[in-house]
T-cell receptor, first 115, second 111 residues
Framework: GAGVSQSPSNKVTEKGKDVELRCDPISGHTALYWYRQSLGQGLEFLIYFQGNSAPDKSGLPSDRFSAERTGGSVSTLTIQRTQQEDSAVYLC?????????????FGSGTRLTVV | KNEVEQSPQNLTAQEGEFITINCSYSVGISALHWLQQHPGGGIVSLFMLSSGKKKHGRLIATINIQEKHSSLHITASHPRDSAVYICAALLPGGGADGLTFGKGTHLIIQP
């Protein structure tokens, strides 16, 4: 596609439910990133995929969070047993390569509300 | 580790005013992004620049690599420009620490 697509754009879920957030990066972009913006906070790194390498999960806040990237393309961020503190905007970005003189292309974000 | 500071944190102005939002960072970077976040949370990428100046409509972004500073300007501001503006500094090498975000500037343009 022409840009990075995230879905859904908004998600309201009940505490304790699992949610899946999807990111469809630009075709050919090998690097994919997930970030999170909690209320009143700046955007924070969650996880990074680069090609076929093992993902860098150092930013994931708990073991309830996981992410996959299938076929080097679409990525899914899964939050199990959601808690109210998981309410945030989740932002995906992709890049042609790491070490990016190419810059990043950002999705529009998914606003997750846990009630 | 790169530190990214934005100023001001909050800005309220009258329609038509010229707006300047500043972003400074602590280490050498390869590029800098400016993002716009609307009240619903949706994010739009405005600019990516590594030198000089870029212009799109009423928006102008400048960067001074030597001074480690970038500015976003809005000319003839309008209430629809009300949003949070976020700068993000990109380190060479990318990776987990490759992009550091400022905390954002909350802009309100009053009619």
């Amino acid at each position: 596609g022409a840009g990075v697509s995230q879905s859904p754009s908004n998600k309201v879920t009940e505490k304790g439910k699992d949610v899946e957030l999807r990111c469809d990066p630009i075709s050919g972009h090998t690097a994919l990133y997930w970030y999170r913006q909690s209320l009143g906070q700046g955007l924070e790194f969650l996880i990074y995929f680069q090609g076929n390498s093992a993902p860098d999960k150092s930013g994931l806040p708990s073991d309830r969070f996981s992410a996959e990237r299938t076929g080097g393309s679409v990525s899914t961020l899964t939050i199990q047993r959601t808690q109210q503190e998981d309410s945030a905007v989740y932002l995906c970005a992709s890049s042609l390569a790491t070490g990016t003189a190419y810059g990043y292309t950002f999705g529009s974000g998914t606003r997750l509300t846990v009630v | 580790k790169n530190e990214v500071e934005q100023s001001p944190q909050n800005l309220t102005a009258q329609e038509g005013e010229f707006i300047t939002i500043n972003c400074s960072y602590s280490v050498g970077i390869s590029a800098l992004h400016w993002l716009q976040q609307h009240p619903g949370g949706g994010i739009v990428s405005l600019f990516m620049l590594s030198s000089g100046k870029k212009k799109h409509g009423r928006l102008i972004a400048t960067i001074n690599i030597q001074e480690k500073h970038s500015s976003l300007h809005i000319t003839a501001s309008h209430p629809r420009d009300s949003a949070v503006y976020i700068c993000a500094a990109l380190l060479p090498g990318g990776g987990a620490d490759g992009l550091t975000f400022g905390k954002g500037t909350h802009l309100i343009i009053q009619p």
